[in-house]
C-alpha cells in the first residue's frame, strides 16, 4: 500500500471501534513496511498496532499471537501518561528495527489455481503432510522450493531420517495438494537475505542425517531462512485442538454423569470440566509464551 490507500486501511479498522481515538503515530521499519500505533479511550486506555501486511489481500485461516484479522497487537492501561509512554516508545523501537521475541504471524490460502501468480521469493509455503501437521518449504522464485526433504523425493515419515535441505520445483513441493503460506506480520529480513540463508542452507546439505520429527524439521529449516531462528508452526494448532477435544469430552462425562447419577453428580463433573478448561488454558498460554518466541542457540536453531 502507498500511504494514503494504508491511512484510509488504518480508518477502516478503528471505525470498527466504539472508542475515542487520541493520538496516532505513523511509522516506517527500516525494510519499507508501514506501521500505525493508535492510542484509543474508553472504560480504559488502548494501544493497537496496524501493519502494511503482506498478503493481505488474501483468504486468511489462522491468526497467531494476534489481537484480531486487522489489529497485530494490544495493550491496556489504566492511565494515559502510561498508554502514551507506550505508544511513543514502541513508534522509537520499531522504526529501528527492534521487534519483540514473539512470532506474530499469519497463516493465509494461496488460489487453488495457478498459486505461484501470488507467491512472491521468501516467503514460507506449506501443504499438508499428514493431517494437522504442516510441510513447510520456503518459496525462491521461478517455481522453486527450498525444503527439508529424503533424496527418494518422499514425504512419507519413514524416509524422513535421510533427509536433508534441497531445491525442488513447486509442483514437486505440493503434490497436488492445497498450498497455503505462513506470512510474519513484521517483516524481519529482506527477501534477498532470506533466499540466500535457504541457498547457503541447501549447500551446506543442511539437516542431512540429523532430521528429527519434533525438534530438527521442515519447519524449522523454513523458519531459520525467514527469522534467522527456528520455530515450528504447528504447536499452537495442536495444542488448540487437543483443548477443543478435551473440553469435548468432558462435556460428554458431565452429561452421561447428569443422566446416571442425578445433581450432584453431575455438580462434580461440571467442576471438573471447569477445571480441565483451565489447565488447558494455561497450558496453552505457557506455550504461546515458551514455543512462540525466537532463540538464540549456537549448535542449531530450535525451540527451548
Same mark, same amino acid.
Given at each position: 500500500?502507498?500511504?494514503?490507500? +494504508?491511512?484510509?486501511?488504518?480508518?477502516?479498522?478503528?471505525?470498527?471501534? =466504539?472508542?475515542?481515538?487520541?493520538?496516532?503515530?505513523?511509522?516506517?521499519?527500516?525494510?519499507?513496511?508501514?506501521?500505525?500505533?493508535?492510542?484509543?479511550?474508553?472504560?480504559?486506555?488502548?494501544?493497537?498496532?496496524?501493519?502494511?501486511?503482506?498478503?493481505?489481500?488474501?483468504?486468511?485461516?489462522?491468526?497467531?499471537?494476534?489481537?484480531?484479522?486487522?489489529?497485530?497487537?494490544?495493550?491496556?492501561?489504566?492511565? #494515559?501518561?502510561?498508554?502514551?509512554?507506550?505508544?511513543?516508545?514502541?513508534?522509537?523501537?520499531?522504526?529501528?528495527?527492534? +521487534?519483540?521475541?514473539?512470532?506474530?504471524?499469519?497463516?493465509?490460502?494461496?488460489?487453488?489455481?495457478?498459486?505461484? =501468480?501470488?507467491?512472491?521469493?521468501?516467503?514460507?509455503?506449506?501443504?499438508?503432510?499428514?493431517?494437522?501437521?504442516?510441510?513447510?518449504?520456503?518459496?525462491?522464485?521461478? %517455481?522453486?522450493?527450498?525444503?527439508?526433504?529424503?533424496?527418494?523425493?518422499?514425504?512419507?515419515? #519413514?524416509?524422513?531420517?535421510?533427509?536433508?535441505?534441497?531445491?525442488?520445483?513447486?509442483?514437486?513441493?505440493?503434490?497436488?495438494?492445497?498450498?497455503?503460506?505462513?506470512?510474519?506480520?513484521?517483516?524481519?529480513?529482506?527477501?534477498?537475505?532470506?533466499?540466500?540463508? !535457504?541457498?547457503?542452507?541447501?549447500?551446506?546439505?543442511?539437516?542431512?542425517?540429523?532430521?528429527?520429527?519434533?525438534?530438527?524439521?521442515?519447519?524449522?529449516?523454513? =523458519?531459520?531462512?525467514?527469522?534467522?531462528?527456528?520455530?515450528? %508452526?504447528?504447536?499452537?494448532?495442536?495444542?488448540?485442538?487437543?483443548?477443543?477435544?478435551?473440553?469435548?469430552?468432558?462435556?460428554?462425562?458431565?452429561?452421561?454423569?447428569?443422566?446416571?447419577?442425578?445433581?450432584?453428580?453431575?455438580?462434580? !463433573?461440571?467442576?471438573?470440566?471447569?477445571?480441565?478448561? +483451565?489447565?488447558?488454558?494455561?497450558?496453552?498460554?505457557?506455550?504461546? =509464551?515458551?514455543?512462540?518466541?525466537?532463540?538464540?542457540?549456537?549448535?542449531?536453531?530450535?525451540?527451548?
Amino acid at each position: 500500500m502507498n500511504w494514503r490507500d +494504508f491511512q484510509k486501511h488504518v480508518q477502516f479498522v478503528l471505525g470498527k471501534k =466504539s472508542e475515542t481515538v487520541y493520538e496516532k503515530h505513523y511509522g516506517e521499519t527500516p525494510l519499507g513496511q508501514k506501521f500505525a500505533i493508535v492510542v484509543t479511550y474508553v472504560v480504559w486506555w488502548s494501544v493497537r498496532l496496524i501493519l502494511d501486511e503482506d498478503y493481505h489481500d488474501l483468504k486468511l485461516l489462522q491468526s497467531i499471537n494476534c489481537e484480531s484479522a486487522w489489529i497485530v497487537k494490544k495493550k491496556r492501561f489504566e492511565l #494515559k501518561s502510561e498508554a502514551y509512554e507506550f505508544a511513543s516508545q514502541t513508534h522509537k523501537d520499531y522504526v529501528n528495527g527492534n +521487534f519483540e521475541n514473539l512470532v506474530r504471524c499469519r497463516i493465509r490460502e494461496l488460489p487453488l489455481k495457478n498459486p505461484e =501468480s501470488s507467491l512472491m521469493p521468501g516467503v514460507i509455503i506449506r501443504r499438508e503432510f499428514i493431517p494437522w501437521i504442516y510441510h513447510e518449504g520456503l518459496y525462491l522464485g521461478n %517455481s522453486k522450493v527450498a525444503h527439508i526433504n529424503p533424496e527418494e523425493g518422499t514425504s512419507k515419515l #519413514k524416509f524422513k531420517k535421510n533427509a536433508g535441505a534441497r531445491i525442488d520445483s513447486l509442483e514437486t513441493f505440493l503434490k497436488g495438494k492445497p498450498a497455503y503460506i505462513l506470512v510474519p506480520c513484521f517483516r524481519r529480513r529482506s527477501e534477498k537475505e532470506i533466499c540466500d540463508t !535457504a541457498i547457503s542452507l541447501v549447500g551446506e546439505k543442511y539437516c542431512k542425517g540429523l532430521y528429527d520429527f519434533l525438534r530438527n524439521n521442515c519447519q524449522h529449516f523454513a =523458519s531459520k531462512c525467514v527469522f534467522g531462528e527456528g520455530v515450528t %508452526s504447528d504447536t499452537l494448532r495442536t495444542l488448540t485442538t487437543v483443548k477443543f477435544f478435551v473440553g469435548m469430552e468432558a462435556a460428554a462425562i458431565a452429561t452421561l454423569a447428569s443422566a446416571l447419577g442425578g445433581p450432584a453428580t453431575f455438580t462434580m !463433573a461440571t467442576t471438573a470440566f471447569f477445571i480441565v478448561g +483451565f489447565i488447558q488454558g494455561y497450558k496453552q498460554t505457557f506455550i504461546r =509464551s515458551k514455543h512462540f518466541k525466537l532463540v538464540k542457540d549456537k549448535s542449531k536453531s530450535d525451540f527451548v
